[in-house]
């Protein structure tokens, strides 16, 4: 079974960035993309992006395209989003998650499984 935990969140000011990680473990071969969701108080969780697993594409919400960068070192099993220029929308509580869908590109929640408690992100102003 895939267990996924995500860490490096905190408190940052406007402007600056942070670099959220994702440990995986019990990955296995079906599996085809690695998301970054988020999930503001008194909101749906949204997708942020995603990387292929095949080709390592990558794909992102329009809220987040050219500020975050998500990445993967295969070695350590370890996903990351590294979140620049942080912004007052951006706090929220961020989740990955794995999806054996081929539709994972919609970064929709239906097509990925979650298993972390996530990682607290707030920006100060």
């Known amino acids: 079974q895939v267990q996924l935990m995500e860490s490096g969140g905190g408190l940052v000011n406007v402007g600056e960035s942070l670099r959220l990680s994702c440990t995986v473990s019990?990955?296995?071969?079906?599996?085809?993309?690695i998301g970054w969701f988020r999930q503001r108080s008194g909101r749906a969780r949204a997708g942020v992006a995603c990387?292929?697993?095949?080709?390592?594409?990558?794909d992102y919400s329009d809220s987040v395209k050219g500020r975050f960068i998500i990445s993967r070192d295969s070695a350590k099993e370890t996903v990351y989003l590294q979140m620049n220029n942080l912004q007052l929308p951006d706090p929220a509580v961020y989740y990955c998650?794995?999806?054996?869908?081929?539709?994972?590109?919609?970064?929709?929640?239906?097509?990925?499984?979650?298993g972390g408690q996530g990682t607290q992100v707030t920006v100060s102003s």
């Open positions: 998650a794995i999806s054996r869908s081929e539709n994972y590109y919609y970064l929709l929640s239906q097509y990925y499984h979650f």
């Open positions: 990387l292929s697993v095949s080709d390592g594409s990558t």
């Open positions: 019990g990955f296995t071969a079906d599996y085809r993309a």
